[in-house]
């Protein structure tokens, strides 16, 4: 196994999540939390994403199609983190959430980042954060990241949203 280290500049492209049923699912990333649908591939494909990227997200329901969601105790994906620009969008995204009714399964200050946890209408663990810039990170004296885990203040959150 080489010892050479990832090229710094890689970044995970995009997530593709099989659905039971495409059009709840567009429904949730298009309408709700707001991605544009790019493309469709009949009824089993779309793709959708931020800033007329070509996709962020995949939704398919080629293996998946009227399914169940894993088991709890099963392997997959824990969520989907979708990076947020700046704490004023971040707080967008969650004014979004509550005028939908989107319940939020948690919320955290992890002292690198600020993040809302939730599920989509098939179960799949979504993040919806925002990165503190890097000179801010919480440190150990020996200059190891001291991540955290502490509640968000959601209401000061949704005071910084956009006008």
């Known amino acids: 196994m080489s010892s050479t280290?990832?090229?710094?500049?890689?970044?995970?492209?995009?997530?593709?999540?099989?659905?039971a049923d495409l059009e709840r699912a567009i429904g949730f990333y298009r309408d709700i939390l707001g991605f544009q649908l790019?493309?469709?591939?009949?009824?089993?494909?779309?793709?959708?994403?931020?800033?007329?990227?070509?996709?962020?997200?995949?939704?398919n329901t080629w293996e998946s199609l009227g399914g169940s969601p894993p088991p709890r105790g099963s392997t997959g994906l824990y969520h989907t983190a979708i990076l947020y620009p700046d704490r004023a969008a971040l707080g967008n995204?969650?004014?979004?959430?509550?005028?939908?009714g989107i319940r939020l399964d948690g919320a955290a200050d992890h002292g690198v980042s600020e993040a809302l946890y939730l599920r989509d209408p098939d179960q799949n663990g979504v993040?919806?954060?925002?990165d503190r810039p890097m000179a801010e990170w919480p440190r150990n004296p020996d200059g190891s990241l001291a991540m955290v885990t502490q509640p968000l203040d959601l209401e000061k959150l949704l005071l910084e949203a956009a006008a």
């Open 5 to 19: 280290a990832i090229d710094p500049q890689v970044r995970i492209g995009h997530v593709h999540l099989k659905v």
């Open 38 to 59: 790019m493309q469709r591939f009949g009824d089993s494909a779309a793709f959708l994403s931020a800033g007329g990227y070509h996709h962020h997200i995949g939704l």
């Open 93 to 100: 995204a969650l004014k979004r959430l509550v005028s939908a």
């Open 127 to 130: 993040e919806l954060y925002r």
